[in-house]
């Protein structure tokens, strides 16, 4: 039972419920992405494991110890469970400075500890910055002030909370990939908390997917993408095609043929979703009318016009940008097309 | 026992506030405040009816009419001024500009019953301005000329002007710097003049920011003792002390009070509305550094001679006046016992600031820790005092102090021991009523520096192995540190400066510095008392240095200062 256990967690808010019956564990090493929309429980269910939240009903272990039981009124103070976590608005503390926001938790007098901060600072590249204040850095040095702060006193569980929000989009990549890099070599049981699933993909070993407050999927981040559990799994890692009707032979009629539907019965009310890239030119097949087409460099993006109105959303890989107002034929890979009960 | 156990567990339970410390706590501070309060309203409603259908045939119109002229008078002056400086200083270039900046608030510093003594002393027949106008035209007597009358209604709206347009000026500047410029730019490039753009743009931006200024301003007016006395205008608060002290009607001044209340009542109420209202301003991000139209030639003179005029009146002149007639009549003052009133002084706003410093903090942390309705809506009761009228206040305090002592010697007679009086006769009265109208100030610092602490911050010294006591020693503390020195400072400088309520709540015999000037002044004998008002005025120069300090900070975009590292 080592690394992070919590199970059977329920929580609400007054009368708003935004943990229903939730378990999740992580393994020493592993990083496990909580995603899912905002507001669906995911930053609570953080807080309750580091103890900054009452604990309602559930248990949570760390490293087989208990550290808080509802039923049993075991709730060990924030302060001894030995979690790191790294706030969203990073919460650095603005009258120290870097260094000594990264040594705050740990023991000024441990040769150890001392000498991995100043390590980090130096790995990290922070070096130069370490006597100067939270506020003249820029937001990939607080970020990166942050995760060492949560990580300095070698906390057994590291819980991260949004930890990419505050950047901009084109310092995003590398900081995740620098992130990634130091909480593997740490080797901490992680527990990230994103609504973004471009980022879990990247950085989980496992994903949780959530939606208003109940686990609806858990998986490798592949699993996820190509085999949702769901339209809402579905819908939420890209865009798609949505096509509904009645299941008839094993298949459900669309303006671009019969879509097979398995493990749905006949007779009944189908959603089949189709993801853009699942839509390619083909030799013969379904003719349609582009109506736009914009490149986006390494795919392009092409909007067709449907038989009966509406419009189906592909995505072209490389190639010549077809141009508008043509005709084109199309056939659908049935490995990207999803069928769920309506 | 039905209804207590479907309560169980419902949303309805939260609704009920736990009885934690902070709650007990936040009660207590807003019962304390409110009492005061409550005590005038409840002496107003057990007075007879006579005296007040005596004083409603009588005097009320005139009490009315007075103090609303004197409210218009002063609100518009003060929005004039206030408005037109903040504007010129934010947005315009002109000699001066920048000593201007901070100067303008320096009339701040006077008192206006100070102003009020040292314009008299220079106006009056005998003085500096009407003995030099009969040396230049040859006049003898008075008959041979006519000068404006400055102990009137007309000369306490100039007075008080003077030396409150800075609460305008303050916040309509604060306001200006806020806005966006792209807002400005956009209505210039849509077609707008400069002068349009102000009138359809930044003011309508900046006007609820304005209000709250003028508002401010007016629960000076009313709280306004020493000018409209000395001046002879019978206000609302002048009767409030006239049927009191001279008709000796308790029940009478009550009475007043309570119907002055209604008028504190809106004033809050448009306050806090405007407040709300300020919530729209930041429609854009981007900051750029202001355009500052350069004002040239003659146009720069005057935007130079705009400003100066109310700083040389509200502050240049006070101070000068002052200063001279404590040079030359040293003597004279020490004859008093000016140390003796300095003492008197300190011991009572030192005492003061430093409890509304605790009860400020205390309640800062009831409303952040329990987060609850009840507490919240406690706490914004206890903060209403600033705006009452040191007058109903002195009404109201006098009542819940002396049955504090009853209730004392009514317990000491228990265990067979004789007490007197111990609240009445002491600075106990006072320090309560300034507790009760400065608190909002040490309140408002208070949890404006606990905003600093992130809840988040909390959490983030949680985890890593601080206990709360712990976060509040190696975070809080040295957070708020500063901020806190400060909210102890402003409260210390208002009990200095303060006047009505000292004048009414102070032990038989015992005066500061503020009662002593207003009494050795009134009786015309400002040159001894000269060096007394010229303390007050410098102890009130203190947060002046400070605000202007924060407001040249406050900018967006401007680079914030580094925190200070010992």
Known sequence: ?342 | MNTASARVGTPAASLLPKLSIWTVGALLAALFVALPLLTVVLIALGGDTEMWHHLASTVLGLYVERTLTLMLGVGLGTFVIGTATAWLVTMCRFPGRRVFEWALLLPLAVPSYILAFVVTDQLEYAGNVQTWLRALFGWTRPQDYWFPEIRSMGGAIAVMTTVLYPYVYLLARAAFLEQSVCVLEVSRTLGHSAWRSFRRVALPLARPAIVVGVMLVLMEVINDFGTVDFFAVRTFTAGIYDVWLNMNSISGAAQLSSVLLLVVLALIGIERFARRGRRFHHTSSKYSALPSYPLTGARGWLATAACALPVLLGFVLPASVLASYSLRYFRATLSVDYIGFVLNSLTLSVSASLLALVVGLFLAYAVRLSGSHFVRSATRIASIGYAVPGAILAVGVLWPTGFADRIFSGAAGLFGLTLGAVMIGTIAPVVYGYLVRFLALSYGTAEASLGKVTPSMDGAARTLGLTPMGALARVHYPLMRGSLATAALLVFVDCMKELPLTLILRPFNFDTLATFVFQYASDERLEASALGALTIVGAGIIPVLLLSVTIARSRPGASPERPEKE
């Not at chain 1, 943990?19 to 992580?26: E, F, I, R």
């Not at chain 1, 020493?28 to 939240?53: D, F, I, N, Q």
């Not at chain 1, 100067?132 to 702060?149: F, K, W």
């Open chain 1, 1 to 342: 039972m080592n690394g992070l256990h919590l199970s059977g967690i329920s929580h609400a808010f007054g009368a708003n419920r935004v943990l229903d019956d939730v378990s999740v564990a992580v393994a020493p090493g592993e990083l496990v992405c909580l995603l899912g929309p905002s507001g669906c429980g995911k930053t609570t269910l953080l807080r309750l494991a580091a103890g900054l939240e009452g604990l309602q009903t559930g248990a949570i272990s760390i490293d087989g110890a208990t550290v808080g039981d509802a039923a049993a009124g075991i709730a060990v103070p924030p302060e001894r469970r030995g979690v790191g976590l790294m706030f969203q608005d990073y919460a650095l503390f603005p009258h120290l400075s870097v260094r000594e926001n990264i040594a705050f938790g740990t023991d000024p007098r441990d040769p150890a500890r001392q000498a991995w901060i100043d390590g980090a600072l130096g790995r990290m590249g922070l070096a130069e910055i370490a006597g100067m204040y939270p506020h003249t850095l820029s937001g990939g040095q607080q970020q990166r002030v942050a995760l060492m702060r949560a990580l300095a006193p070698s906390p057994k569980v590291l819980l991260l909370d949004e930890p990419f929000s505050g950047l901009d989009v084109t310092r995003r990549a590398q900081v995740r990939a620098e992130t990634l890099k130091l909480v593997k070599e740490a080797g901490v049981a992680t527990l990230m908390v994103t609504h973004d699933p471009e980022e879990a993909m990247f950085m989980a070993d496992r994903i949780l997917v959530m939606d208003a407050g109940h686990v609806v999927q858990d998986g490798a981040p592949t699993a996820l993408y190509d085999a949702p559990a769901c339209a809402f799994v579905a819908e939420f890692f890209g865009p798609v095609n949505r096509f509904e009707g009645l299941v008839e032979d094993g298949a459900v009629a669309t303006p671009l043929g019969r879509l097979a539907t398995p493990g749905l019965p006949d007779g009944a009310a189908a959603l089949v979703l189709i993801r853009p890239e699942g839509i390619r030119p083909a030799a013969a097949g379904i003719e349609l009318e582009i109506e736009t087409a914009r490149p986006l460099g390494p795919s392009s993006y092409i909007s067709l016009r449907l038989p009966g109105g509406g419009t189906l959303e592909a995505r072209f890989a490389g190639g010549a940008l077809p141009a508008a107002g043509t005709r084109i034929a199309i056939e659908v890979d049935q490995g990207r097309v999803y069928a769920f009960p309506a």
